[in-house]
Every structure is written in C-alpha cells, then in structure tokens.
C-alpha cells in the first residue's frame, strides 16, 4: 500500500498533497486510502486510471444526488470528482495532449461551485489580448454593504485553480474574499489557451488587482496576496511591483526560479517545459533566466511572511532564506518548519501552518 504518511517517492508525495487538502473537501480520506491499495507505485499508467475510475464514480453519485435535490452531498462529491480527475494529470509532464483530465476537472467543480452557497462566481478578468478564467469566492455571513478584505490567491505551477480553491479556504473562514485566477501558464490559460508562464507577473496581475477592487465587497483598502510552491516566486513579484499590496504571504518562497527549482528538483524539466510552452531544456532555461527576485525583492516593503519546508524536496529552502534576506519590507517573517511541515508546502502540518499564515494576514488587513 503506498504509504503517504511517509512519502519517500513521487507518488506517496502527491498523494500527500492530496491529503491535506482532503481537510477542506477537496477529496474523500477513505478514498484516497481505496486509491493507495489500489494503485501500482511508479505505474504511471495505473495512477491515472485508479484516479479516473474514482472520478467517474463520484460524478455518478453527484448527478445522481443532484437529481434527488440533495445539494450537500452533490456539491461534495462534485468537488471530488474534480480534485480525482486533477489528480489524474500530475505525472502527465511532456503529453501531446493534457487538455482531456483539466476539462473534467473544471467541469465536475464548477458544477459543484453553482450549487455552493456562499457564492462561488466563475469571473474572467482582461489583460491586453488575454483572458483570464478564475473563480471570485466570498465569505459566509456577510451582509448588504458590508466591506471585507480582499485576496488574490496565485496558486502553483502544476496546481488547477480549482485545486487551489481548497489550498485557500481558510482564507474564507476568517471573512476574507479570494480570488483565483489562471495567470499565465496556469490551468485553461495553459491547458486550453496555450498562455505560458511570464517572469513579469505583476502585469497581468495588476489587471487582478483592478478586478478585484472594483467588486462592491471589498475594500480596495485592505488587499492582500497569497503564493503557494511556484507562487512563492509570483507573488513577491507582484507585491514588489504592486502598492495595493497590504500583506504578502509567500507559501514556500524562492529566489531564482533556475536554482531552486530546477538545479534543485531535475524532475521538474518536463513540468518547466510546459510551463514555459517550450519542447527542450535549452529553450526553457532561456524563459527562466529571468524568473529571478535578487534585484526585486528589495522593492517589497508591506509586510511579508515566508514559510518553507527544511526537507522540501522540490523547492530549496535556501531560496526561500535568500527571499527574507533581501526582502525591504521592516515587518518580515521567516518560518522554517524542521518537524511536522518540513515537507513541500507543508503538507503534513496545515493544523498549524494555515492557522499561522491566514490569522497573520487577517490581522494585517484589519
């Protein structure tokens, strides 16, 4: 039985991933344990089928429970559906065609997000010639006219934005609205529009940013950002550019995309590829070189937190020191977890990890 408890390869350390967001419904934990028996550990072939054949099992119970006017248990095993279906795709770096898993992820969690309540709102925010898909989600309890904080969530290189919709639910317990956009080289802007990944994320983001203030919810006032794995090189980028920026959390931060990811994690090549639309490792280094904050983090002056795994093993947790050191900001944070929360993101430790990252940026945007 693949044991995610204790990852020691890739499978245990997405399935792993896939835990810790189970906490916040992403997934079912007696499921994911169905799939550990089930599964044929390096069986790249076998994952993606267990993961799929437990998505189309869920779909039927959502549709089913849908007809019967059930809206809780759709919605739950809607969202199911897609986090398997997202699962399915994670070792599929340097297919020809990965649009076939992302269409049936999207699907089964917006089917569940118009059921949801609070609202769940597919938004598409323009920049220049592009569009951006996303999701703007808002708190419960909040009443007419009240003002709330608001976040623009930038979520990981491989991660689904709807994936990262239950990475960021705690941000909504604590009465913050987010938003999730598929930024360049993110989820449909990717997997469906071709858009790679940019150094310069501050540009499309301001059109976020625009987005975001402009929603009669929020109080443009109190805006935050929050990076999670690859983000933690995004956001910094953004916050040091952006001055609606009030609070900066880097969920695993970095400093130069080339040294910390791929010097450090040789497995991400194919990823990097994708990411950056190119067919080579010459022609992704090429986009990487300047995925690099040496000479920007210093422009970050709100408050900022930083945490990172000591054990991580796809993003150096030098990098993310290098980040706090040069960071300008007076108010800064570092928080290097060497037990529990050593790993990637953290993911065996969010009981106190997202406690710690939301309450401060709550605090901090009032």
């Known amino acids: 039985?693949?044991?995610?408890?204790?990852?020691?390869?890739?499978?245990?350390?997405?399935?792993?991933?896939?835990?810790?967001?189970a906490q916040y419904g992403a997934a079912d934990i007696f499921e994911i344990a169905e799939f550990a028996d089930k599964v044929v550990v390096g069986d790249v072939s076998s994952w993606n089928k267990t993961w799929e054949d437990l998505g189309k099992k869920a779909?039927?119970?959502?549709?089913?429970?849908?007809?019967?006017?059930?809206?809780?248990?759709?919605?739950?095993?809607?969202?199911?559906?897609?986090?398997?279906?997202q699962m399915s795709d994670v070792f599929s770096a340097g297919a020809a065609d990965r649009s076939g898993p992302f269409i049936k992820s999207q699907d089964m969690f917006r089917r569940g997000a118009r059921l949801h309540e609070p609202e769940i709102r597919v938004v598409s925010v323009k920049y220049g010639d592009e569009v951006y898909d996303g999701?703007?989600?808002?708190p419960a309890g909040l009443k007419p006219g009240q003002k709330v904080p608001g976040v623009l969530f930038i979520g990981g290189a491989d991660a689904f934005t709807e994936e990262t919709y239950f990475s960021g639910m705690g941000v909504l317990d604590r009465g913050m609205a987010m938003l999730l956009l598929d930024l360049p080289g993110r989820g449909s802007s990717l997997y469906l529009k071709g858009i790679p990944t940019r150094y310069d994320y501050e540009k499309p983001s301001a059109a976020a940013f625009d987005w975001l203030e402009a929603q009669p919810e929020i109080d443009p006032k109190r805006l935050g950002l929050l990076g999670i794995s690859f983000g933690g090189y995004y956001a910094p980028r953004v916050a040091a550019f952006e001055p609606r920026v009030k609070a900066l959390v880097a969920w695993g931060g970095m400093m130069n995309v080339t040294e910390d990811i791929w010097d450090f994690h040789p497995r991400s090549h194919k990823m990097m590829q994708f990411l950056t639309g190119?067919?080579?490792?010459?022609?992704?280094?090429?986009?990487?070189?300047?995925?690099?904050?040496?000479?920007?983090?210093?422009?970050?002056?709100c408050p900022t937190m930083i945490t990172h795994g000591a054990k991580d093993g796809i993003s150096s947790v030098a990098g993310a020191e290098k980040l706090y050191a040069l960071v300008g900001a007076k108010d800064k944070q570092l928080h290097v977890f060497k037990g529990p929360g050593a790993v990637h993101c953290n993911y065996d430790?969010?009981?106190?990890?997202?406690p710690l990252m939301f309450d401060w940026m709550r605090d901090k945007l009032g």
């Open 1 to 21: 039985m693949l044991d995610f408890f204790h990852p020691s390869e890739p499978f245990s350390g997405q399935t792993q991933r896939l835990v810790a967001r």
């Open 59 to 85: 779909e039927a119970e959502a549709i089913e429970a849908e007809s019967k006017g059930h809206r809780a248990t759709a919605i739950a095993r809607y969202f199911h559906a897609s986090t398997y279906w």
């Open 135 to 138: 999701y703007y989600c808002l």
């Open 278 to 301: 190119t067919t080579d490792d010459a022609a992704a280094l090429k986009v990487l070189a300047p995925f690099n904050l040496t000479d920007v983090a210093p422009k970050i002056t």
């Open 349 to 354: 430790d969010w009981r106190h990890v997202v």
